[in-house]
């Protein structure tokens, strides 16, 4: 038997360890060089260089929907912090500096978080959701990703109305597991953000037209079965299902229309953690 961290000692130690990584955040930002995005405007940028929206109340797997309504209060909450952000020349833009601690002082209610891999719930959940629109706005952008965290390996729920290539979402947790993006161009980018009741709504402008366009897409995209070993080192197999496919970044010359370049921006192969409709065909893999 394999022996516990620190973290799975208890509830207690768990807290506790958590809060020792905030501390580690907090103190590596007092004392780091970041220039943070703060300055905000109601007036938008006169370019747009993307939008999207994200239905809230979605259904997820056996998810309480009470969740997902709390969910909604969450996000019209934390979007407030964010609405209208400049990210200038040489700043960076956090989630967590905008947003700060979501607790139930502030208004938060309990919903819808990942913890060890399976579905929970939180005050202030709901957050992962804003910064996977957020991300979907960056990577139409010439915005540079410098902390980006995925819910690794999982595929957690089935597909309900997907819009976007499955691997590009997001992870975030209070304040060490962040979502960051530089501003290393020469032109002004601004985040608009709000929620209309059904949809969360988000549009990144910028002062400038941007010299290239991007377009995001999945390629060879399946299901597998596959042996895995269960227990502690032990032969033992069991069958498992995992979504497997590419996500690439087309960088298109805006003048031309000519793709420049085809960047590979994941790989997926995730652990399917729901029952796959009879219809979807599953490729057998006999090597693990």
Known sequence: MSRKLFCEISPF???LSMEKEILKR????????????QQRTSEALPVLIYQHKSLIRRRLGNVNMQLQENKATNLALAVKHINGLLIL???TFS???????????KGYKEGLTIAKGQPSKGIGGGMCQLSNLIHWLVLHSEL?????HHHDGLDLFPDFGRQIPFG???????NYIDYRVKNETTNTYQLLLWVDGEYLCGELHATELQPHTFHIHAENEYFSREKQQVGDGTSETEDAIYRNGQVYRDVID???????ESQLIRTNHAKVMYDLSPFIQIRERKTY
Do not use: M, N
């Open 13 to 15: 130690t768990y807290r």
């Open 26 to 37: 907090k103190l590596k930002d007092f004392f780091g060089c970041i220039r943070f995005a």
């Open 168 to 174: 590009t979402g997001t992870s975030i947790s209070y």
């Open 89 to 91: 020349p040489g700043e």
């Open 144 to 148: 540079t990703i410098v902390e980006h």
């Open 254 to 260: 805006r003048v031309t229309g000519q793709r420049l």
């Open 95 to 105: 989630v967590w500096k905008l947003i700060g601690r979501t607790t139930e002082r």
